[in-house]
């Protein structure tokens, strides 16, 4: 299906340029979301009437994003989750989580923003893409940590796992002798015989 797009829409296109795309896209993406019209000979004379006033509303949008674009420019956002020794965590970051922290930090924005490409379902730093408006994107730290304290040290660029497992090997070592019979005991003294009195 054909359609005149009524804003970018990313990996496909500027305002006013007319695409081919898949109809279940159209349908159920574009068309309902008011991001494009059906490329018909009405529609086009309706899109150049209104050309003008289009593009001067995408233009405010985008200075009021890039406003906001601003304030969220290097931000850092600190999740305490739940996890395993190993660092996988009993469940993952979603988008609601990001929203709710970044809101909770004086932010506006909103679930549609945040493109989460993968999940997070491990402890560390990740970095996620807020789209503001699609010609407007930021990348916003996510510290996802076990504890405050562990936060803190990822924030510094201490890798945490590394850190205890290496504390881990200095624990119990056992004496190994490579002569010894397989199932014999390694003993440092031969053993002690009762006198007989």
Known sequence: MDVILLERVEKLGHIGDVVKVKDG???????????A?????????????????IEAENASRRTDAQAEAKTLEGVSVTLIRQASNTGQLYGSVAVRDLVEALVADGHKVNKAQVVLDRPIKAIGLHEVRVALHPEVAVTVKVNVARSPEEADMQAQGVDVMAAMFEQDTAGFTEDYDPNAEPGEIARDEAPVEAEEA
């Not at 896209?25 to 991001?35: D, G, I, S, T």
Request: a positive charge; proline letters at 4%.
């Open 25 to 35: 896209f159209a349908r159920n993406f574009l068309l309902p979301r008011k991001k």
């Open 37 to 53: 019209l059906r490329a018909n000979e009405a529609n086009r004379k309706v899109f150049e009437a209104n050309r003008e006033r």
